[in-house]
């Protein structure tokens, strides 16, 4: 924080979203879009994280569970429920979140190297910790998420 | 240097052609010479060497000009064809080939072929007053465009035929820098146009090493509006104008000519009887009504049809759009149904679904016509096959003659391009285990060169290639023993199967029945890579023999890859498709009816034991098995579905029905499923997975193991 000397410090756009208590967030530059759920054809033998394929206007793309991928504790489907959209490498990915909240402005001074958390596996697919009056944001790393197992 | 990249594609694309012709021709030309044949190697031969030196390839152009003259020498009979020869104009053409293809790649060749130069002279080193640069050319010292005999017969043919013939001056800008590439591309356009070129002058030599200033003229024929043509041609940059005067025999009393037909009535006008004295150089004499037969057809021939080249990839994004209006169309016409049924007798109800019947209708004939857009002769494939059957011939010390037919059946250029190694392993094979020595084959009461017959046709929604020799053949009883040598089979199964089923033992995985691996046969590429490749584009191919008389492969082939039909039916809540070529009937069973071979459920269908496989289960992690079905005591939907010679049945919840479907591929982050082979959306949206039907009868033998 203290070594801004510029007037302006660069920002990083990001979408914050919900899993479970906490708020995660991805790089703008990522997503595609943001839908409502709908119906997700199951695809057998996939890994277990993925559930299924849906119709994005006429494309067929799959769909991740994030909390299963991330190792967190499944969380009921809600009316909140959504699916961001990203794209990585030339593929598109669905990834199921609990509630998209906002578009926040993370100055790149805010945001630290995550640390060694005590928490699960999903550590590993931290790429950093920003803060935003006050509250905790956990920077997701899409390529990481995005990596086929 | 002027930049030439932008000619380049060009160039390369001609030269592919132009090198095909070069060696179904020469193929030709070692079997049945013919002095047609030798004036379209000729044209080839000559184009070639036209656009590589203006390109500025002077190697490739030497050597195509060592070739031109070795052919120019065969068509003024001052040399014969010989094995050696052709051997040696195909050492020259795959050089050639190799030069483009180095030029594909990198823009410049760097092949040095002065010996194949040499060698081409060599072999017009009996004639030596026909030095390396000598092409005759009559009347070279033409002053403006005066016409030979045959020239002026020709255009005279034309405009008997309700052509139109034209004197054209071609002006050039006074700054052109390659003057013979225009003067190419001035002729092409014409070609292209459905123009025949007739004289020039200077000649198309003179052309092609720019022996002219900044205009030339050419006698050109076409059926179209003559000022069509010029506007083309003043499209070509640097082309600064075109003159145009229609053309007309002035000498010769039309009308006369046109009456000679019945023969004595005619009055004696000056061409015809100046005509037969007078010995064509090249054309040994035939009567006259022959003989303007010949030029009718000489002078369609060259008329190309009406092509646009298309990139590929062009193609596929429109036929993907067009699968999109397929998916919408069922979407529409579903919507319309259900306003219907909710808003009876509405006027703005009829319309929408007279509206959706319509676009229902375009979207069909669009998918159709983009689809044959699509398509390409399999000649693309069979082309190279006469001189690899030749080749390997040769080198094996066979005789063989390949019969090839149903060249112009087209098919879709992905089924094209798997089909191509299956078909040249399938030939190897032919040649190397199939046809017998010459002399084996006399001594059996056989002619000593063999055939195969490779031929393609439609048949109902199917290609269907067969591939026959009057070999051998093979004996079901070798390969018996071959596959309990090779520990495929126990001698117990090996022989409780019928002749056929030890027939399909060459498709088995590391069975090879060559008692000697060759170089050309045993590269590990079995027939069990062929069977593969074939059912993986939805494909069967079958065997058929009979020892001593040959054998007989057919390969069935969908028309398409991008859109199938398909069944659709529903299992534990959703939708699958399975290919409809794989299917082959559905049955409603009482589950009482289902027996048990140790733990594999069976039913009995027609005195065959037909496998079941629940498709619940085999995508079930937690494995409900079939028996979980049984436990309602309602009837069962059953699919069966084979592949080659087997069956299995696939236990459904329900059958929905026959659609026609749009292939996706599931996601490459999802990688290969087992038992799916892609995806479709249907008319309601929702997604359906495809079965990989192969895959479910590797799963079933897995369980027999």
Avoid at chain 2, 212 to 224: G, I
Avoid at chain 2, 340 to 367: K, N, P, W, Y
């Amino acid at each position: 924080m203290s070594t801004a000397t510029m007037t302006s410090v660069a920002e990083r756009q990001v979408v914050a979203f919900r899993l479970g208590n906490e708020t995660y967030a991805i790089d703008i530059s990522y997503i595609h879009e943001i839908i409502r759920m709908k119906e997700i054809t199951f695809v057998p033998n996939a890994p277990h994280y993925m559930r299924g394929v849906i119709n994005l206007r006429g494309r067929i793309v799959p769909v991740m569970d994030l909390s299963a991928r991330l190792g967190l504790p499944a969380q009921d489907e809600t009316a909140q429920s959504r699916i961001i959209v990203i794209e990585v490498n030339g593929e598109s990915i669905g990834m199921i979140v609990d509630a998209v909240s906002e578009v926040l402005r993370l100055p790149e001074d805010q945001i630290e190297p995550p640390t060694q958390m005590s928490d699960t596996e999903s550590t590993g697919y931290i790429s950093g910790l920003g803060k935003v009056n006050d509250r905790l944001v956990l920077l997701l790393d899409v390529e990481k998420v995005a990596e086929r197992v | 240097m002027m930049d030439t990249s932008e000619y380049i594609a060009l160039f390369l694309e001609e030269a592919a052609e132009q090198i095909n012709i070069l060696e179904q021709d020469i193929l030709l030309l070692e079997q049945s010479p013919s002095q047609e044949v030798l004036n379209e190697i000729f044209r080839a031969a000559h184009t070639l060497k036209g656009s590589s030196r203006a390109m500025g390839f002077t190697a490739m152009g030497e050597l195509t000009h060592a070739m031109e003259d070795v052919f120019d020498a065969l068509r003024n009979g001052e040399l014969s064809v010989s094995t050696g020869m052709v051997n040696r104009l195909f050492d020259a053409l795959d050089t050639i080939k190799a030069m483009r293809d180095q030029i594909a790649e990198g823009g410049t060749s760097d092949i040095v072929c002065d010996e194949l130069v040499q060698s081409l002279r060599d072999i017009l080193g009996g004639s030596a007053s026909n030095t390396p640069t000598a092409v005759p050319e009559p009347e070279q010292t033409r002053s403006g465009l005066t016409l030979q005999e045959h020239e002026r017969e020709a255009a005279l043919t034309a405009l008997d035929n309700g052509l139109g013939v034209y004197r054209l001056t071609v002006h050039l800008a006074e700054d052109t820098l390659m003057k013979s590439v225009r003067a190419l591309m001035v002729l092409q356009t014409i070609d292209a146009n459905g123009g025949v070129v007739i004289a020039s002058h200077p000649d198309e030599d003179a052309l092609d090493n720019e022996q002219f200033d900044l205009s030339f003229e050419l006698l050109v024929a076409t059926d179209k509006p003559v000022e069509q043509l010029r506007s083309v041609l003043l499209q070509i940059s640097e082309i600064r104008e075109v003159e145009v005067a229609s053309w007309q025999e002035a000498t010769t009393p039309r009308l006369a000519q046109a009456t000679t037909g019945t023969g004595a009535a005619a009055p004696p006008s000056e061409a015809p009887s100046a005509e037969e004295p007078v010995p064509q150089p090249t054309q040994p004499a035939t009567p006259p009504a022959a003989k303007s037969e010949e030029e009718k057809t000489a002078s369609r021939t060259p008329t190309p049809s009406q092509t646009v080249r298309v990139d590929v990839a062009r193609l596929d994004t429109l036929l993907n759009l067009v699968g999109e209006l397929v998916i919408d169309r069922t979407r529409v016409a579903q919507l319309g149904r259900e306003f219907e049924a909710r808003f009876q007798h509405d006027e703005l109800v009829d319309s929408l679904l007279e509206t959706a019947g319509h676009i229902g209708r375009i979207t069909d004939e669009l998918q159709e016509h983009i689809m044959k857009a699509r398509m390409l002769p399999i000649e693309h494939v069979f082309n190279r096959f006469p001189r690899m059957i030749r080749d390997l011939a040769q080198k094996f010390g066979k005789e063989v003659r390949l019969v090839m037919e149903g060249q112009e059946t087209e098919l879709d250029r992905s089924v094209i391009e798997i089909i191509s190694d299956p078909l040249i392993h399938m030939l190897r094979n032919s040649v190397d285990h199939g046809i017998e020595p010459p002399d084996q084959r006399e001594s059996l009461g056989k002619p000593r060169q063999g055939t195969i017959r490779l031929s393609a046709r439609h048949e109902e929604n199917h290609i269907l290639i067969e591939i026959e020799d009057d070999g051998k053949g093979m004996d079901p009883t070798h390969l018996r023993e071959a596959a309990v040598r090779k520990g495929i089979l126990t001698r117990d199964a090996a022989e409780r199967l019928s002749d056929r089923e030890a027939l399909n033992l060459i498709f088995a995985p590391g069975f090879s029945t060559a008692k000697e691996v060759t170089e050309v046969s045993g590269r590990g590429v079995g027939m069990d890579i062929v069977r593969s490749n074939v059912q993986r584009v939805g494909g069967i191919v079958e065997v058929d023999s009979t020892p001593g008389k040959g054998t007989r492969f057919s390969i069935r082939l969908p028309l398409t890859l991008a859109i199938i039909r398909a069944l659709l039916v529903g299992v534990a809540g959703q939708v699958y498709a399975i290919p409809l070529s794989s299917v082959l009937e559905t049955l409603k069973i009482q589950p009482d009816t289902v027996q048990f071979v140790g733990r594999r459920p069976v039913i009995v269908l027609r005195g065959r034991t037909l496998p079941l496989v629940s498709l619940q289960a085999y995508f079930s992690k937690h494995g409900a098995d079939i028996t979980d079905s049984r436990r309602a005591e309602e009837p069962m939907f059953v699919v069966v579905v084979g592949l080659g010679e087997r069956q299995i049945g696939l236990v459904v919840s329900h059958l929905i029905g026959e659609q026609e479907i749009v292939i996706k591929s599931l996601s490459r982050y999802l990688g290969e499923i087992s038992g799916v082979s892609g995806a479709t959306i249907l008319g309601d949206g929702r997604v359906a997975l495809i079965l990989e039907v192969a895959d479910l009868f590797d799963n079933v033998s897995a369980y027999a193991a």
